[in-house]
């Protein structure tokens, strides 16, 4: 059922129904979770929770940001306090289309002038709206709703400030008539009395709200007996949120220690159900790459780069781009493609590379060895689904994607159009070269080299894959190499020339979308790619 209609069948209910205050995504869950039909989007709260006064110091915009995110947390209606309705009957129009798209079922605006103040802080002294301007707010709201279950509720401050009831039966049947769908009768007493007298000469001529904050000791059944269609549970989620955090906060200043509070505080869990961590966890199974596969990552981050003073302390991993290292960056798109095991070969200064979601190998004798030894250190490593990657590389988030996506042994990204040329490119030679007819097949590795010249179509990114099959390849392969007397001095390049011999390896291209970080200038350059 439309949330629309859900808060139009509890006004026009017969029984008394309530609705909680909430402030933010969090509160609308909890409250929706204690079982109410309905959130009261409290002006008072969501500006608190801003940390600004209940004057409009909050902008209707900012209001409209805080409800999208309760709206989307939820599936019962909320009715925002819509203040004075942000201005006169235009700014009226737009804040009800705007809440339409944002699926609000209600909004309640109050007779008083904008900017507003709140009720309880000098109401007598607070001047009414004009009635005629009032209602050509709610004719405005009325004839802009798309959805005719959109509900207007027109909130009358006349008690609060200081008028009588004539003036405050006069202002509710003007805005009955102008089209307001409920009344809410507000009231600061301690006691009902001013309801009591409302409802005895207004009936059902239309619904009736209030709001009991200050008259709480009236027992809720004399609400129903005076034919009350709603009640609103104002702020009280935000007042004890308020003091809860005081009494954590103090605790926690005084002791220096967390002692005393853990055991009367919700579990980071208990955070993370409310924020729906579970159904995150079933997506991921549903629409990554890695969906219904274990992939892992190996990261071979074990050189010290030759980039002056900047890798003088610091491995070339950790250079900064867009302000985050190079692993970093490695290792969150990894992550956001569900790639959570992931291995990284360290070697330089490597108590620097020191995350906590990796696993380390160490490559001790780096300065002695070229990334084939990295490599080998971590076979045990490479799996059924592993992604292997240099540690001085980024590359566009779409490279990943394609390379998961493909289903051969092994797999390796080269860029087709490549424009470096300092003599240590990793050169391919492929069965075809990069066709815009065909970008998105793959040619078969013929040969890898740094002089292969014209013969070349085009550059080994540091990128690759294999699947279990190919993981059984290049671990023989490894073992092959490994007898050989050279073999610390071996590069990928020897690796995949030697697989190349019996086994078919694929070429998938791709057309720039990635740097290698080997000077100053590609540092710079590395800066200019968005990723």
Request: charged share 25%.
């Amino acid at each position: 059922m439309k949330k629309t209609t859900q808060f139009r069948n509890m006004l026009l209910s017969n029984e008394l129904e309530f609705i909680m205050e909430a402030h933010n995504g969090m509160s609308a869950k909890i409250v929706e979770e204690a079982g109410f039909k309905g959130i009261w989007g409290s002006g008072l709260s969501i500006s608190a929770a801003l940390g600004v006064r209940d004057n409009n110091e909050a902008s209707w915009t900012q209001v409209l940001d805080v409800l999208e995110f309760m709206s989307d947390g939820t599936s019962i209606p909320i009715l925002l306090d819509g203040d004075t309705g942000y201005g006169n009957f235009n700014n009226m129009r737009r804040l009800v289309k705007k809440l339409e798209q944002r699926d609000i079922a209600a909004v309640c605006i109050e007779d008083k002038l904008f900017p507003k103040t709140n009720s309880f802080i000098g109401g007598e002294n607070q001047p009414l709206a004009d009635v005629a301007e009032f209602c050509g707010k709610i004719k405005a709201a009325k004839d802009t709703q798309s959805d005719p279950d959109f509900s207007v509720v027109a909130r009358l401050e006349a008690f609060i400030a200081g008028w009588g009831l004539d003036e405050a039966l006069r202002r509710a049947d003007a805005y009955h008539t102008a089209g307001a769908d409920a009344i809410l009768c507000h009231s600061k007493k301690a006691d009902s009395s001013d309801i009591d007298a409302f409802m005895k000469v207004w009936g059902d001529r239309c619904p009736v709200v209030i709001v009991p904050t200050k008259y709480y000791s009236t027992p809720t059944d004399h609400f129903r007996e005076m034919g009350i269609s709603m009640s609103i549970w104002a702020n009280h989620n935000m007042r004890s949120a308020i003091k809860v955090m005081q009494d954590t906060s103090k605790q926690i200043f005084e002791d220096q220690s967390l002692i005393n509070v853990e055991g009367n505080v919700v579990s980071v869990a208990e955070i993370f159900r409310l924020q729906g961590a579970d159904e995150l966890k079933d997506a991921e199974k549903l629409y990554l790459p890695t969906s219904g596969r274990k992939v892992n990552n190996i990261i071979l981050a074990a050189s010290q780069g030759s980039l002056g003073e900047l890798t003088k302390d610091t491995p070339k991993t950790l250079l900064e781009v867009h302000g985050k290292s190079l692993l970093s960056t490695q290792i969150d798109q990894y992550n956001q493609v569900g790639i959570k095991d992931i291995s990284v070969v360290r070697g330089f200064a490597k108590e620097k590379v020191n995350f906590n979601n990796i696993n380390a190998i160490d490559n001790d004798i780096y300065n002695e060895t070229k990334e084939l030894y990295s490599l080998y250190l971590a076979k045990d490593q490479i799996k059924e689904n592993t992604v292997i990657s240099y540690g001085d590389i980024i590359f566009k988030k779409y490279v990943l994607h394609e390379l998961l996506n493909d289903n051969n042994d092994i797999t390796l990204i080269v860029d087709a159009d490549s424009k470096k040329q300092n003599g240590d490119n990793d050169l391919v030679r492929a069965s075809e070269k990069y066709s815009k007819m065909n970008y998105i097949g793959t040619a078969k590795f013929k040969e890898m080299g740094h002089d292969l010249e014209k013969k070349a179509h085009g550059e080994f990114i540091g990128l690759w894959k294999v699947n279990s099959n190919g993981a059984e390849i290049v671990k023989n392969a490894l073992e092959t190499l490994s007898a050989d007397k050279n073999f610390k001095q071996m590069t990928c390049t020897d690796l995949f020339n030697e697989i190349a011999k019996t086994n078919t390896i694929a070429v998938k291209y791709i057309s720039g979308a990635w740097l290698d970080v080997d000077t100053l200038v590609d540092l710079q350059e590395a800066g200019k790619l968005k990723i």
